[in-house]
């Protein structure tokens, strides 16, 4: 990827978002694992990029969280380099999280021109910045504001019979896919629910162990993964639309599983869920790399969603797939980080 792209011409060039921002963060991860300090120089050579002298987004949209996300990247670049200018850029984005449009019930929406939604993608765009930012910063409202939102769209969203979340929830149940009695998506995309024990685990790297809130997050990953569980391939791997495996248009998504065994291996090392889990993540991780291929010397990694909305079964599995996305290789990166840290306890 770093021969592919300089770092300031990763897409969508110039614009702070979430695509390069799940990327990086994986990258970072590996950065602290191996102290290879190209990895750390071309994350901040693409923040750089995207900020002016006092910490102001170039090409940014304060109307959707997706534009959020990239600001976990300010957190490890402050701490090393001191520059001032990353703390600014903080300042200017937690009040665009705490100011977000709401809900009657104070869940976000996920964009301004989806108004009245909550997408599971949101709490992965504003929590783990919230959360960090509340640690880092003496700010525990954002404490409060993480767990409200996990616990909201748990309830918005989770179907009892399955454990699975559905993609979103439409409060004015307006949109075509949204049930009228319930608000609620048809289908359990797999990338969108693959988002929420990644972000609620990061949260918890930061939340005060006597917050009243953490009994509760920490029970949501464990019954939101157990549940996942129950929906694995026997390759390994889990599906573009999660419980519909059996149907042949279905098909085995990557960007998903990396997720679902990066907060399986995460979950078990902070003692969320015992050591027996470690089997379904070292599956998870295992069907992912029987899957890449290579070219020359260039990995890739196929099978991934491209960015998608909402919709119905056919709306899923009829999506594009890609090679070597920044979805799909922010997840791998994010999974192997998992693995290692997990593994070589």
Request: glycine share 8%; aromatic share 14%.
């Amino acid at each position: 990827m770093m021969r592919r792209f300089e770092a300031e011409q990763l897409p969508p060039e110039g614009h702070f978002h979430y695509h390069q921002g799940v990327f990086l963060s994986g990258m970072l991860k590996i950065w602290q694992l191996t102290g290879e300090e190209r990895y750390f120089d071309y994350a901040k050579t693409w923040v750089d990029a995207c900020l002016d002298e006092e910490g102001r987004p170039k090409d940014f949209n304060k109307g959707q969280l997706d534009d959020i996300q990239p600001g976990i990247l300010l957190f490890p670049l402050l701490e090393k380099t001191g520059n001032e200018k990353y703390r600014k850029a903080l300042e200017i984005l937690l009040p665009v999280v705490r100011d977000f449009p709401r809900c009657k019930d104070g869940g976000f929406w996920h964009k301004e021109w989806f108004p009245r939604q909550m997408w599971l993608d949101g709490l992965y765009m504003a929590g783990p910045i919230s959360a960090e930012y509340a640690s880092r910063f003496a700010h525990p409202e954002y404490f409060d504001l993480c767990a409200q939102q996990a616990f909201l769209m748990r309830e918005k969203t989770e179907d009892v019979r399955t454990g699975l979340w559905y993609h979103a929830w439409d409060e004015s149940r307006k949109e075509e896919w949204a049930d009228p009695e319930t608000g609620r998506s048809p289908e359990f995309w797999g990338r969108s629910i693959g988002w929420v024990p990644v972000a609620v685990l990061d949260e918890l790297d930061f939340f005060p162990e006597d917050h009243p809130a953490v009994p509760g997050l920490r029970q949501l990953v464990v019954d939101l993964l157990t549940a996942v569980c129950r929906y694995q391939s026997s390759d390994g791997r889990w599906y573009q639309v999660v419980d519909q495996g059996s149907r042949e248009d279905d098909w085995l998504e990557n960007s998903c599983s990396c997720l679902y065994a990066a907060a399986l291996f995460k979950a078990v090392r902070k003692g969320l869920l015992p050591e027996s889990y470690l089997e379904p993540a070292k599956r998870g991780y295992e069907g992912v790399i029987r899957s890449l291929e290579w070219e020359e010397n260039d990995l890739l990694l196929g099978q991934v969603c491209i960015g998608t909305g909402v919709g119905d079964y056919m709306h899923y599995v009829d999506r594009p797939v890609s090679v070597n996305d920044l979805h799909g290789m922010g997840a791998f990166l994010i999974m192997c980080a998992e693995c290692e840290m997990t593994c070589r306890r």
